[in-house]
């Protein structure tokens, strides 16, 4: 098992720009989880999903979408992006029900000049 | 909505001594879990340990044990014998709600 994949790993983006970061899975979760981690903090929860097609807001979803059209992948999408939005972005997956560990990606990270 | 407090920034211990990292929390649930992730430098998330509500038992992994007062909401990480490779930053999370919380960290040196 791969476990949960990130891409790409580094990204540098100009005010304005769109990007898409990707994030799959390959241990049939049905939960997956996009953060962010700014530098000296801990992580913060952008959105959520509890299984193919149900998303939900976390923390801080403000300029970010994203989709869950199956169970393997959940895209994370940022639109106009700002100088706000330099972060290292995560992306974790859980089997929910009473297993609660989440497995996490290597990251992202993410500049906007 | 659920907050973790992590109150040290950072800690530094002698290898092979004992260092405790100290977290808190808020909630008004009963039922949830706490972990402590360990983010070494190359950034990876890596579990730690987990600790379930509703059990009063401490959990233990190795070297690695928490200290769990629920009445407190009181949730320390206790590291034996600290290895070179411990060197990290440690988060305290709460989960929830069906979401993770994050405390914002505390940096663990080790000291040769």
């Known amino acids: 098992n791969a476990g949960v994949t990130q891409t790409p790993k580094f990204r540098i983006l100009k005010i304005g720009q769109s990007m898409t970061l990707q994030c799959t899975q390959d241990?049939?979760?049905?939960?997956m989880y996009w953060y962010r981690q700014d530098p000296g903090m801990g992580l913060k929860l952008i959105y959520y999903?509890?299984?193919?097609?149900?998303?939900d807001k976390g923390e801080v979803p403000n300029g970010y979408n994203v989709s869950r059209s199956t169970t393997e992948d959940f895209p994370l999408r940022l639109e106009l992006a700002a100088p706000s939005q330099t972060s290292v972005y995560f992306c974790?997956?859980?089997?929910?029900?009473?297993?609660?560990?989440?497995?996490f990606g290597p990251g992202t990270r993410l500049t906007v000049t | 909505a659920q907050t973790v407090t992590q109150s040290q920034p950072e800690m530094s211990v002698q290898e092979a001594e004992t260092v405790t990292l100290s977290c808190t929390y808020d909630?008004?649930?009963?039922?949830?879990?706490l972990f402590w992730y360990k983010q070494p430098p190359s950034r990876q998330m890596i579990l730690v340990i987990r600790?379930?509500?509703?059990?009063?038992q401490n959990a233990t992994e190795n070297r690695f044990s928490v200290n769990f007062q629920k009445a407190a909401k009181s949730f320390s990480l206790k590291i034996s014998d600290s290895q070179l490779g411990d060197a990290a930053m440690y988060f305290c999370?709460?989960?929830?709600?069906?979401?993770?919380?994050f405390g914002t960290g505390t940096r663990l040196t080790i000291i040769p």
């Open positions: 999903s509890v299984g193919a097609g149900i998303t």
């Open positions: 909630t008004s649930e009963s039922d949830y879990y």
């Open positions: 999370a709460y989960f929830g709600n069906e979401k993770l919380t």
């Open positions: 241990m049939n979760h049905n939960y």
């Open positions: 974790a997956s859980s089997r929910g029900g009473t297993s609660y560990e989440q497995y």
């Open positions: 600790q379930e509500a509703y059990k009063q």
